[in-house]
């Protein structure tokens, strides 16, 4: 073996693995040894494929990434071991959330036509209710241009802004909702935090055109108040109205603002 | 025997390396993420049909790389032919020039490269996988493994090369 062979083969070699226990790479390194030249070279080398190695591995890893994945399967088992249930569990859910709904109705006020009242409050109050109340997403993704692509398919608002703080924050899906005749986008993220079993997300976003909600006025400020146990900001910005909710205080939501 | 294997320590050993591999296939975050999510699904679903409790690591990336593959198929092909060997002199890139870049700039360098080449050096760097290894990981023949390798890591040093790094403080 020759310099020239011998740097051939010490090409692929990585310092601190098992490379050397190929002959090959044991001759060639051996030969470095009597060969000031080539001896050089190697340690430059040596030293660019550390470098390599430890600036790889040194790339950044989506925060809140394990926790999703971990709690996404923990969902999954939990659905499908209970997939026997299901059918009394949903139709439990269904009775318990029209007399959740109808006590809310009595509670705010209904209007006469047996419809809620068009106001900001009754809004909030049905939107936080649907991300409480065992919601299935329409589409589980944290791809935001597929949540895009979807929520315009179903004609829901889907040119919405995020706010600066969570335009990093992890998506876990969408689903519609509705509002009077109106279609309102939820849009649930993650904030990392582990989360129970069987909850796709621990923060969510409610866009609907503005004109949908009657007594909207200009909020160019968030206006942060406590709904069914959920801390919100709304806000307006151009044609929509924005709700963002979270499990938390008002210092944990403007984190997102 | 595989099934005796924690869900949890599994994604917590593995998630991040998955992750990075799959972030230099795609070059996209979200489609990464989903990538890295959807091994683990899969794991979930077929993992107890893996025999060899010490393959865990090598299916998971043999698994996510598949799914990339997949998901590119309808776009490219992926030719399996031997390349001739690179030169032995690689473009002088220094150590220290490798040190000062960021992840990203070193991230825009591996996406630049063609995925025939890309795979094969993140395999290679982020695991220290044998070649026999990657060959089984990727599907291809040890020569081919090889080849890639040498040619790869000559193109990126040349990448490398021409990154303008900010001068030392």
Redesign the interface.
Known sequence: MNRDEARQILLLYRPGTNDADDPEVAAALALAKDDPELSRWLAEHNARQTALREKLRQIPVLAGLKEQIVSEQAAKSKAASRRGAMVSLVAVAAIVISLLALAHFYLAGGSSNGQMANTLDNYKSQMTAASQAGYSMNLVSSDSGKIQAYLAGARAPSDYALPAGMQKTAMAGCAVETWQNSKATMICFRSGKPLPHDQYGDLWLFVVDRTAVKDVTDMSSPQFAKVNGLMTAAWTQGDKLYLLSIQGDENDLKNYL | MAQSVD??NL??SH???L??FA??LTRD??????L??ET??IW?AKGHQLRDVTKVKTWLFTTLHREFLGSRRRQTRFPHVELE??S?E?PA???AT??Q?D?EQ??EA?GQLDETYRAAI?L???Q?Y??NEIAEILGIPLGTV?SR??RG?EK??HLLTNIQTPPPS
Do not use: N, R, W
Not at chain 2, 29 to 34: R, S, T
């Open positions: 869900f949890e994604v917590s998630y991040g390396t992750y990075q972030l230099s975050e979200a489609e990464a993420c989903d890295t999510q683990f699904c979930a060997h690179a032995a690689l890139v220094s150590p490798i040190y870049l992840s070193l991230l591996i993140m290679f760097y982020l220290d044998s070649y090889k390798l040498t890591l990126l040093h």
